[in-house]
């Protein structure tokens, strides 16, 4: 059975789970750790990546990140591919770190926010990583710690988490604390690690409940959400991907979106096929990027190539081509 594509768009919640090979560690020392953070860090500063959690055990790790312009495969290429050359350099091995591709759910940021973020930092002491909260509050390894105010992390958001406790931090960092301490007295705690209708409803017997109701709910392994957010999201997903089906049956290619683009800041298409600092060029390249992407569902990747780019130039640009088309009006066809 082929894997389902990875459903992504920019504002989307994802819970992110990363294994290594054969259950091996990816993390071998305190200084792997070190690493990767500083590497997270600075990939999401970069790409302009919300996180509100993450939790590294010795060979897996969790992250809850909100993705910007760019794209969440672009945000974890990055981050994964350099941390496994550095990885690999480091200790002297060859060869795959991570089990296949990283896992990602997309899940109702509304409804789960909170609980997945709870869910994350519970793991190193569901797993006897931490003995206890009290060390937990304390572990460089989770952004636990950074929401209790014991360790620093300026790139994890803890202003929005912190602020549906309390006004104050002080009072917010209490509120969470307990917040905290009601999941780990739960018995049978919802499994976080994936979507579909069971964990989105609240279990199975919930689910068993709601059939005999009557009452059906749309489920995807791919969301954690309600039944009308997996259909909202499944219907985002298919009208961009029949646009795009739409301009291509039309005739638009790369060739004809340069055209376009060229046309609406009045330059020669090879203009845009190389870097400049001119006003209407870099206007234009930015359009060209966030029509090849968003409209022509192109990857960053292709775009990268044809523009002689970095694949994170691509979002940058695309993000500026969205606000000069909301500014301007101008679309990749006109709009009436």
């Not at 990268?304 to 081509?321: D, P, Q, W, Y």
Request: hydrophobic residues 35%; aromatic residues 8%.
């Amino acid at each position: 059975m082929p894997r389902q594509s990875r459903i992504d768009f920019p504002g989307a919640l994802q819970h992110i789970m990363v294994r290594g090979i054969e259950r091996r560690a990816i993390f071998a020392d305190t200084k792997d750790k070190q690493s990767f953070l500083k590497r997270l860090g600075n990939v999401l500063t970069d790409t302009q990546t919300n996180c509100y959690a993450y939790a590294l055990m010795s060979n897996h790790y969790h992250l809850l990140l909100q993705t910007g312009s760019t794209s969440l495969s672009l945000v974890m290429q990055s981050l994964l591919t350099g941390y496994a050359v550095n990885y690999n350099l480091r200790h002297r091995r060859t060869g795959k770190l991570y089990q296949n591709r990283f896992k990602s759910i997309l899940c109702d940021k509304e409804e789960y926010l909170l609980q997945l973020i709870r869910y994350i930092h519970l793991n190193p002491l569901r797993v006897g990583l931490v003995p206890n909260l009290r060390e937990l509050d304390k572990s460089p390894w989770t952004g636990h710690a950074v929401l209790m105010g014991k360790k620093e992390a300026e790139w994890l958001d803890t202003e929005e988490v912190l602020s549906n406790f309390a006004r104050t931090k002080k009072k917010a960092r209490a509120q969470y604390s307990e917040f905290v301490k009601e999941g780990i007295k739960q018995k049978q705690p919802i499994d976080f690690s994936g979507g579909g209708l069971i964990r989105s409803i609240g279990g199975v017997w919930e689910a068993i409940k709601a059939s005999r109701k009557g009452r059906k709910e749309a489920g995807d392994e791919r969301i954690l959400g309600s039944g009308d957010f997996v259909e909202a999201v499944l219907k985002r997903t298919e009208e961009q991907e029949s646009t795009a089906s739409r301009l291509q049956r039309e005739g638009w290619d790369f060739e004809k979106v340069l055209q376009r683009a060229a046309e609406m800041v009045g330059v020669k298409k090879n203009d845009l096929l190389r870097q400049s600092r001119g006003n209407a060029r870099s206007q234009g390249r930015a359009l060209l990027c966030r029509w090849l992407v968003d409209d022509l569902q192109y990857t960053q990747v292709s775009v990268a190539e044809k523009l002689s780019i970095t694949r994170a130039a691509v979002g940058v640009l695309a993000n500026r081509g969205r606000e000069i088309e909301a500014h301007l009006g101008w679309g990749i066809v006109d709009k009436h």
